[in-house]
């Protein structure tokens, strides 16, 4: 890895290259021989806040009219793996990042989600070298204007990526959904799906194409989790 090179891609140059590296170490490289590597994930973790601050406060300029609940919506399109994978393009992750040799021959290291995460850690690890008005600047300058005028309701529906990432940023699992029963004609059948995590069945719907009824199963485990997680607070 050449990290000069990288830095050029970045457009930010670390006072701390230890933390750049570190931003760019996947957990399967930190093991054996290599477990005194610190991996990026409490980078990402960091880099989430600082993102959602960032994305929330530039919501708040842009549109200083909108409810909470749409600015809520326009955050939500921009602050995803999907949208963050996307970003992340511009860097080549897949030729800077360190990965086990596991992952590697597994094909994970050129994962776009993997690369959204380091993209967190990215940020985190720029706002830890410098300080929080850098790394705004920074980030902003990844997103285009468009990418915060554009409409969030294609994200907002997509239950089943919302959902997803949810789960996974609390350490749930990942969803999976099987078709549990088919009823109705064959020229126009009802699809009953039953929505699992770790094998657990937590909530089933029903839809007259297995897309609708995952989504409408999707839907109503992401209500419950974003309601439970508001009583907990």
């Not at 994305?55 to 793996?81: H, I």
């Not at 004609?185 to 799906?193: A, I, L, M, R, W």
């Amino acid at each position: 890895m050449n990290q000069s090179d990288f830095q050029k891609k970045l457009d930010y140059h670390f006072k701390k290259e230890s933390l750049l590296k570190e931003a760019l170490t996947h957990k399967s490289f930190s093991v054996d021989d290599n477990k005194s590597q610190s991996h990026n994930e409490r980078l990402e973790f960091l880099g989430d806040s600082v993102l959602n601050f960032v994305v929330a406060e530039q919501l708040l300029r842009l549109f200083p009219s909108e409810q909470e609940g749409v600015l809520s919506k326009k955050r939500a399109s921009l602050v995803n793996l999907t949208k963050l994978a996307e970003l992340s393009k511009k860097f080549e992750l897949q030729n800077f990042m360190l990965f086990g040799p596991g992952e590697i021959k597994q094909g994970n290291h050129l994962n776009s989600r993997i690369h959204g995460s380091c993209f967190e850690a990215l940020i985190g690890a720029i706002y830890l070298d410098a300080d929080f008005e850098t790394v705004k600047k920074w980030t902003l300058k990844q997103f285009s204007e468009e990418d915060f005028k554009q409409e969030t309701d294609a994200y907002s529906a997509d239950f089943k990526t919302r959902l997803q990432e949810l789960t996974q940023k609390r350490g749930l699992g990942t969803p999976s959904y099987d078709v549990v029963l088919t009823t109705g004609p064959s020229h126009k059948p009802q699809f009953v799906v039953a929505l699992k995590i770790n094998q657990e069945e937590k909530t089933r719907a029903d839809g007259l194409s297995k897309k609708q009824a995952e989504q409408k199963a999707a839907e109503i485990y992401l209500n419950e989790l974003i309601k439970a997680q508001k009583n907990e607070k």
